[in-house]
């Protein structure tokens, strides 16, 4: 069994921080790709960054410059560094990692943690 938990969400004040933590857990071969995704209230999960096994990182437009995604692959955890935060930030965030298994599996799949709110809010 594969368990993705994160941590780190909460209310914060406009212009303020986060850090988001998702660490992986279980029956794990290795783990490709790892992401941070958010769903508002109303709108569909989009993606906010995502980062490959060797750093390569890719970002929303929205959150360029303000967020920072990183990982350590010996503690299978990715982290999202949140600065400056916005309003329109506010959304569960769900952390995804393309997760193979086993080290004959031909397949990587996808997990997803339980999500964790944030808040930004005056």
């Known amino acids: 069994q594969v368990q993705l938990v994160e941590s780190g969400g909460g209310l914060v004040q406009p212009g303020g921080s986060l850090r988001l933590s998702c660490a992986a857990s279980g029956s794990i071969f290795s783990i490709n790709a790892m992401g941070w995704y958010r769903q508002a209230p109303g709108k569909q999960r989009e993606l906010v960054a995502a980062?490959?096994?060797?750093?390569?990182?890719n970002y929303a437009d929205s959150v360029k410059g303000r967020f920072t995604i990183s990982r350590d692959n010996a503690k299978k955890t990715v982290y999202l560094e949140m600065n400056s935060l916005k309003p329109e930030d506010t959304a569960a965030y769900y952390c995804?990692?393309?997760?193979?298994?086993?080290?004959?599996?031909?397949?990587?799949?996808?997990?997803w943690g339980q999500g964790t709110q944030v808040t930004v809010s005056s």
């Open positions: 995804n990692a393309e997760i193979k298994k086993y080290r004959w599996s031909t397949v990587s799949s996808d997990y």
């Open positions: 980062i490959t096994s060797g750093g390569s990182a």
